[in-house]
């Protein structure tokens, strides 16, 4: 029985230069420092406590780092997504037949699009950002698949960022991290909310590990305000992958134990 967090990882595609970009300009990508930071963020997710089992990736994937984007992994089921954007549906394959070693696996199905960067589970509740990847329909099957397992899904609406988790991430029991000008704090109902440093609109995207959080250097004052309220932030510099428009969420799958 799997006793330990895995986190699944994927390799930087060599191709990453060609990445898909929404709200950010095409600058040059310094693949050497794209991996050393990655395998940095490998490293940290180990000193928290999880085993990294990381996919190979290929030229004909260039966003294939973010691979949080191509699944969503409950303590019962793994759902393969439909990317919203075309060019990442080639990366479905292989993370398919390495989730189903860890769980029974289900899809999202033409006409939904769902990007897992949208998907925020909070416990058994499950956000759904409406955005330009992830549309009405991946929220209505979503809603199938998750419902008989106690879940409830809520779709918040989102402006102005990638992805939902661009704006909110659960930063510790009952608290989300947020930048309340691209997600509705009202859609999340009862939540102590600590707001990103105004100067520091991206830094909404913590990954929670275990009683942790890993940060992205790049916001040191929205660090400042998790610390004084109490929890605890591992900090890790992610500026190469930043500018393929990818924080720090999108780059695992963390699995906990399965269930029961
Ligand atoms: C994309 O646009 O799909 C990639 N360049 C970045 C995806 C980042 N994913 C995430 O934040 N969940």
């Known amino acids: 029985m799997m006793t330990t967090l895995v986190a699944v990882t994927r390799e930087i595609s060599p191709a990453m230069a060609n990445c898909e970009l929404t709200h950010l300009p095409r600058v040059a990508i310094d693949l050497d420092r794209a991996r050393a930071q990655h395998e940095d963020y490998e490293r940290a997710l180990a000193d928290l406590g999880c085993t990294v089992h990381r996919l ?3 030229p004909e994937m260039p966003d294939s780092v973010f691979i949080e984007d191509i699944a969503i992994v409950l303590g019962e089921l793994g759902i393969i997504t439909r990317p919203g954007a075309e060019s990442r549906r080639v990366e479905c394959a292989v993370v398919e037949q390495a989730l189903a070693h860890y769980r029974a696996l289900a899809r999202i199905e033409p006409p939904a699009t769902l990007d897992g960067g949208d998907v925020l589970a909070v416990g058994q509740s499950i956000f759904i950002g409406v955005s330009s990847r992830t549309n009405r329909a991946a929220v209505a099957q979503m809603r ?79 660090r400042e305000r998790l610390e004084r309220r109490g929890l605890r932030v591992t900090g890790v510099d992610v500026s190469e992958l930043a500018k393929a428009e990818g924080a720090l969420t999108c780059c695992s799958l963390i699995l906990a134990p399965p269930d029961g």
């Open 144 to 222: 199938t698949l998750v419902t008989p397992l106690g879940y409830s899904v809520e779709a918040v609406s989102v402006h102005g960022c990638l992805h939902l988790k661009s704006a909110v991430t659960s930063a510790g029991d009952g608290i989300l991290l947020m930048n309340r000008a691209w997600a509705p704090a009202e859609a999340f109902g009862n939540f102590d909310v600590i707001d990103v440093h105004p100067d520091e609109p991206h830094g909404a995207n913590a990954v929670r590990v275990g009683g942790e959080l890993l940060c992205s250097s790049m916001f040191p004052r929205t």
């Open 56 to 58: 190979p990736s290929g």
